[in-house]
C-alpha cells in the first residue's frame, strides 16, 4: 500500500505536513509486527472473565426502593428503567432497561511525527466485554471515575498530555455520543493531541501509523469502538497518492473526490442541516426514566434481567481478572446482546462524486433524540417472526446483495467496557447505477467532505456511523 494519508488544513495553505508513503513491502511487515505485538501483549497478563449471580457483585446491589443496579459510591454507572413514547416506526410505545453513565468519559490519541509521518500511541487494552480479550485502543481510554482513581487503582497512563497545558496541541476536540439504545445520554470527549516530547511507549502501548491501524482496522475484531470513533473524527483531506490497485478503481476515484468540497455534492450542506433539524422537530420522541423494577416486558432472575420474548439483550454480572489494568481484579453488570448486529452503510457515485446514505435514526438515549445512522443499523435477530412492515428498510437489500457490491466487510467490538461480546458486521455496498438517487423519507445522500464537517461538531453521527466513516477512510 503506498498512499497519502494527510490531515487537512483549518484554511487555504499546504496540508501535507502528516504524510506516508512507505513501500507495500514496509506497509506489511510493520501490520505483522503489530499483530505480533498485541498477541504478546494478550499473552503476557492474566485474563479472566466470568458470568457470576448478582449476588456476587461486589460493591454493586440493587437499590430496595427503584431495584436500579448501581455502585455504592454512586460513581460509574447505573442500570436504570427507561420509558418511550414516540411516533417513529411502528412500535409507540416501550420500556426498556438502560445503563445510565452521566459522566464525560475521554478517548484520547496522542500523536507525534516520527521521521516525517504521523504516529499514534496506541494501546493494547483489555476490556471484560470483548470478544478477544485485548485490542487496540486510544491512548486514554478513561471514564471521570478512573480518571479520578475512585476504583482505588493506579493512575491512567499518559493522561498528563491530554489535561496539563503546554504539554501538547489540540488538533481535534468534540464531544460524541455512544449507543442510544442502550445508554442514557452518554458521550465522550473525542480528542488528538500533538505533543514534540520524547515518550517513550510502555509495553502495553505503541506508536503506529493511520496507515496501520487503518489496515487493522479492515480484520474482525482488532481495533476496539473507541478508536474507531476517535479516527472518524480526524479531519483527512484528500489523498494523492495513487489508490489501491483492483478492480473497483472507479470506486476509490469517486471516494477521493467525495472528499473534496470542490466536487460538489447532491445537496448543499445548509439544506442537509436544515433537513435534519426539521426530521428532529417534526417527530414525537418523549422519554422517561422510571425504576428498574416498573420496566414492563422485563424479567429478573438471580443472574439475568432479560426481555421476556429472548429478544434485544440481558444484564448479566461478570467478575474480571485483568493483569494490565489499574485495578487487577473488579465485578461489574454487563449489557450482553442476543444476536450479532448489522451496520450498512450504502454508498452510490452521483456525477462522479460517492455519496453515503445515512438515516435521521432515533434512539431513546441520544441527548438530542435523533443523530444520522447508517442506511441499515439493527440486529436481525430481533426481527424474526414479525411482519414484513416491521423489518428496517433496506435490510433485505443488504442481507441479499452479491459478494461483488461489498466495498469493506468486517465484525468489530462494540464497546468492551460495558457490553459482553457485543459484535457488529460493519460494511459498505457500493449500490448499482439504478439504485435511486431520490431518498426515501429520513434518508439523505452525503458526500464524505460533508461527513467530516459535521463530524468537528457534536451529535450529529452516531457511533455505528462513526465507524462506517473510519472503514471508509481505509478504502483510499
Not at 16 to 37: M, N, Q
Not at 288 to 308: F, Q, Y
Not at 312 to 324: D, E, K, P, Q, W
Request: include cysteine; hydrophobic fraction near 35%; glycine fraction near 8%.
Amino acid at each position: 500500500m503506498t498512499v497519502d494519508r494527510i490531515l487537512a488544513p483549518d484554511g487555504p495553505g499546504p496540508s501535507a505536513r502528516f504524510t506516508e508513503s512507505g513501500s507495500a513491502a514496509e506497509d506489511r511487515a510493520s501490520v505483522k509486527a503489530a499483530l505480533a505485538w498485541l498477541t504478546a501483549r494478550r499473552d503476557a497478563h492474566t485474563f479472566e472473565v466470568v458470568r457470576v449471580p448478582f449476588a456476587e457483585l461486589q460493591e454493586w446491589s440493587f437499590q430496595a426502593d427503584t431495584g436500579n443496579l448501581g455502585h455504592r459510591s454512586g460513581r460509574f454507572f447505573t442500570v436504570e428503567g427507561h420509558r418511550v413514547h414516540t411516533d417513529y416506526g411502528k412500535v409507540p410505545r416501550w420500556d426498556q432497561p438502560i445503563i445510565n453513565q452521566p459522566e464525560i468519559g475521554m478517548l484520547g490519541f496522542l500523536v507525534k511525527e516520527i521521521d516525517g509521518v504521523l504516529h499514534c500511541l496506541m494501546q493494547a487494552k483489555m476490556e471484560p466485554g470483548n470478544i478477544n480479550v485485548v485490542q487496540l485502543s486510544p491512548t486514554v481510554q478513561a471514564t471521570r471515575s478512573n480518571q479520578k482513581r475512585v476504583h482505588r487503582g493506579s493512575s491512567v497512563r499518559y493522561l498528563e498530555y491530554f489535561t496539563d497545558p503546554g504539554r501538547a496541541d489540540v488538533l481535534v476536540d468534540v464531544l460524541q455520543s455512544e449507543q442510544g439504545s442502550w445508554f442514557l445520554g452518554k458521550r465522550n470527549r473525542n480528542i488528538v493531541v500533538e505533543t514534540t516530547e520524547d515518550v517513550p511507549p510502555h509495553p502495553d502501548y505503541r506508536w503506529m501509523t493511520i496507515g496501520d491501524i487503518q489496515e487493522l482496522l479492515r480484520l474482525d475484531n482488532m481495533v476496539n469502538m473507541d478508536a474507531r470513533t476517535v479516527l472518524s473524527c480526524v479531519p483527512f483531506a484528500r489523498p494523492t497518492g495513487a489508490p489501491p490497485p483492483g478492480p473497483h478503481g472507479e470506486f476509490h476515484a469517486g471516494l477521493r473526490r467525495s472528499m473534496a468540497p470542490e466536487e460538489g455534492s447532491l445537496h448543499p450542506t445548509r439544506s442537509v442541516l436544515s433537513w435534519f433539524t426539521d426530521t428532529a422537530a417534526r417527530h414525537e420522541l418523549r422519554t422517561e426514566r422510571l425504576p428498574l423494577n416498573r420496566v414492563e416486558g422485563w424479567h429478573r432472575t438471580a443472574d439475568t434481567i432479560s426481555h421476556a420474548e429472548g429478544r434485544h439483550f440481558s444484564i448479566i454480572g461478570a467478575r474480571v481478572t485483568a493483569g494490565s489494568r489499574e485495578v487487577l481484579s473488579w465485578t461489574q453488570p454487563l449489557l450482553a446482546p442476543h444476536g450479532v448486529g448489522l451496520a450498512a452503510l450504502l454508498v452510490r457515485n452521483i456525477g462522479g462524486v460517492v455519496h453515503v446514505l445515512l438515516h435521521a435514526r432515533p434512539e431513546a438515549g441520544f441527548p438530542h433524540g435523533i443523530e444520522l445512522a447508517p442506511s441499515v443499523q439493527c440486529t436481525p435477530d430481533n426481527y424474526r417472526g414479525l411482519p414484513d412492515d416491521h423489518r428496517p428498510r433496506f435490510l433485505d437489500y443488504v442481507t441479499g446483495v452479491p459478494r461483488e457490491r461489498v466495498r469493506f466487510d468486517a465484525v468489530q467490538s462494540e464497546e468492551g467496557g460495558r457490553f459482553h461480546h457485543a459484535e457488529c458486521r460493519y460494511t459498505v455496498i457500493e449500490v448499482e447505477e439504478d439504485f435511486p438517487v431520490e431518498e426515501p423519507e429520513g434518508y439523505r445522500w452525503l458526500t464524505l467532505h460533508q461527513v467530516t464537517g459535521l463530524l468537528r461538531h457534536s451529535h450529529y453521527l452516531n457511533v455505528q456511523a462513526r465507524s462506517l466513516v473510519a472503514c471508509l477512510h481505509s478504502l483510499w
